[in-house]
């Protein structure tokens, strides 16, 4: 995920939450269709609020936090979920640090574009090796083919 949307590596700790997140509200067929968290708590989980991880978001500044003439809206990067609803942790790239907001604005359409492109260019480059791989094959001799082997029994 985090190569996926050219994240910074340090953030692994909040890519492996997040798929932890997401595999305990995915239904299993050993559990009859049912998810483990539903298996837990007898309770369907609700994955409305699934977001693409790494996509831009914009939230509001409250009068308080900002400065004069500050701007009203910052963004960040999507990187989980809390088990608060609708709270998110966001990864504020100037400062690097996470915090946890509400009330984002989420920008999945730029996130799901670049996964695409990574993906296109990862086939386009596969096929540009397939291709030098079957080039014009070369007849290599083996080295040890005429070698024969001598019985050392006494």
Known sequence: MLHDQGLPLHLWVEACNIAVYVWNRSAYRILESKTPEEDYSDKRPNVGHFKIFGSLVYFHVTKDAQKK????????????????????????????????????????????????????????????????????????????????????ST
């Open 69 to 152: 003439l500050e701007a009203t809206s910052k963004f960040g990067i999507f990187v989980g979920c809390t088990n608060t609803p609708h709270n998110y942790g966001v990864y504020m790239k100037t400062s690097r640090m996470i915090v946890v907001c509400r009330d984002l604005k989420f920008d999945e359409d730029k996130a799901m574009r670049v996964s695409l492109e990574r993906e296109l260019n990862l086939h386009a480059d596969e096929k540009l090796l397939a291709s030098k791989v079957e080039g014009p094959q070369i007849d290599v001799e083996q080295p040890h083919a005429g070698v024969q082997r001598m019985d050392t």
